[in-house]
């Protein structure tokens, strides 16, 4: 089974709406962690977000937030008012385990947003 | 916040050479360091564990004699891409991982790699 699934190949909303980006997971670890990267066409790996699996509240930064439903084990990004600068590739990623250096992540398919005028 | 560079950016060789790509965090320490490898329109796939001063741990079906790994010290591995062939050709990322103080990983620019 994909550890992470992003369902959304593509996305397109209107500039200065909100857009949420699916993520479900999988794991059977108690303790781990979600993430939410941003790619843009450079190709370089923007960290957005993040969310612990103890963690009580949703992450917000910014204009980011996750909406963390931990019981439908999904880790659904917001971006909210959105800027022509938004469209990219959105990655969700997870480890499993504590934080630690060996602790690797699993990226999803990613979807890949486009903000029109 | 923490950066971590990569080099070179691009490089395009001939089919059969070798080519080495550099990964250094350039203001902190990383005792593991990750490197993946992306095609055009996919994710990231994880190829290798780096760990300073140890052999790397290889993902399954990624070939260790093909990608060497060495993490020379806290804050430089390299990959060597070794008889390079035209399949080998895709976007190579590096990450590093500075420490519990904090979740993420931080990733490099990306290098590249064309075999022509």
């Known amino acids: 089974a994909q550890k992470i699934t992003q369902t959304q190949p593509g996305m397109f909303v209107q500039e200065k709406e909100a857009v949420t980006l699916d993520c479900t997971y999988d794991?059977?670890?108690?303790?781990?962690?979600l993430f939410w990267y941003k790619q843009p066409s450079s190709g370089e790996m923007i960290f957005l977000i993040y969310?612990?699996?103890?963690?009580?509240q949703n992450a917000t930064e910014g204009r980011y937030s996750l909406n963390f439903q931990k019981a439908r084990k999904s880790a659904n990004l917001v971006i909210s008012a959105s800027q022509l600068g938004d469209s990219a590739m959105y990655f969700c990623?997870?480890?499993?385990?504590?934080?630690?250096?060996?602790?690797?992540?699993?990226f999803g398919t990613g979807t890949q947003l486009k903000v029109e005028l | 916040g923490a950066v971590v560079s990569q080099h070179p950016s691009w490089v395009i060789c001939k089919s059969g050479t070798s080519v080495k790509i550099e990964c250094r965090s350039l203001?902190?320490?990383?005792?593991?360091m990750f490197w993946y490898r992306q095609f055009p329109k996919q994710s990231l796939m994880l190829m290798a564990t780096?760990?300073?001063?140890?052999?790397?741990?290889?993902e399954q079906g990624v070939e260790k004699d093909k990608f060497l790994i060495n993490h020379a010290s806290l804050t430089l591995s390299t990959l060597t891409v070794t008889s390079a062939h035209p399949e080998d050709s895709s976007f190579y990322i590096c990450?590093?991982?500075?420490?519990?103080?904090?979740?993420?990983?931080?990733f490099g620019p990306g290098t590249r790699l064309t075999v022509l």
């Open positions: 780096s760990n300073e001063g140890s052999k790397a741990t290889y």
């Open positions: 990450s590093a991982y500075p420490g519990t103080v904090h979740n993420e990983q931080f």
């Open positions: 969310q612990g699996s103890y963690d009580q």
């Open positions: 990623a997870m480890r499993e385990g504590r934080p630690g250096g060996g602790n690797k992540l699993t």
């Open positions: 203001d902190f320490q990383a005792t593991t």
């Open positions: 794991t059977s670890d108690p303790s781990y962690g």
